[in-house]
């Protein structure tokens, strides 16, 4: 019989909190290039471009459709722990493994949806929208975050930011 190792991400420290109003910092041209640029098993870029409507080139500049001003909710994760302790469940997997978002990207990213979704949050933001693909509409959300007080780290070490922005639609 074989063992199957796992490992419960839930056991690892995240905090949420909501920081704003704040500039958003866009870049109106060639800021879906990134998209294009190949990366490991994916040498023309992201297998979205082009085919998902939330991503390049069919998302619409963020400046057309909102205000300027945002709300910032993120979610803090304990990279470096959960790092640490997938380590010890494979110590066999190289870094690129152990640092694979699909292990933990939909987890986290639900996690940030239902907190931008829950009743405190929808009834004191009610005429706004949540944007969940920040840079498909140009915004640089390392900038973004800075103007938040939140200094993102890439590579991620210690800590991972999951982003959602609250935005008010221009009409």
Same mark, same amino acid.
């Given at each position: %019989? ?16 909501? #920081?704003?109003?704040? $500039? ?14 190949? @990366?490991?098993?994916?040498? /023309?870029?992201?297998? /979205? ?9 069919? $998302?619409? @500049? ?10 910032? =909710? ?8 959960? !790092? ?12 690129? =493994?152990?640092? #694979? ?6 987890? !986290? ?20 929208? =949540?944007? @969940?693909?920040?840079?498909? %509409? ?6 973004? $975050?800075? /103007? ?11 800590? %991972? @930011?999951?982003?959602? !922005?609250? $935005?008010?639609?221009?009409?």
């Amino acid at each position: %019989m074989v063992e199957l190792k796992t490992l419960e991400i839930g056991e690892i420290e995240r905090e949420f909190f909501l #920081n704003g109003p704040v $500039a958003v910092v866009c870049k109106p041209t060639g800021f879906n290039r990134w998209c294009t640029l190949s @990366y490991p098993g994916h040498k /023309n870029g992201c297998p /979205n471009f082009g085919k998902k409507e939330s991503c390049p080139p069919f $998302a619409p @500049y963020f400046l057309d459709r909102y205000k300027p001003e945002v709300f910032v =909710a993120f979610m803090r994760f304990d990279f470096g722990e959960f !790092l640490e302790r997938k380590r010890k469940v494979h110590p066999d997997w190289t870094e690129r =493994a152990l640092r #694979n978002p699909w292990h933990f990207q939909g987890h !986290l990213d639900s996690k940030l949806k239902s907190f931008v979704n829950s009743e405190l949050i929808k009834s004191n933001f009610e005429n706004f929208q =949540a944007i @969940y693909s920040p840079e498909a %509409m140009g915004i640089n959300i390392h900038l973004t $975050a800075r /103007n938040a007080e939140v200094e993102l780290e890439w590579p991620p070490r210690k800590n %991972m @930011y999951r982003i959602i !922005l609250l $935005a008010q639609p221009l009409k």
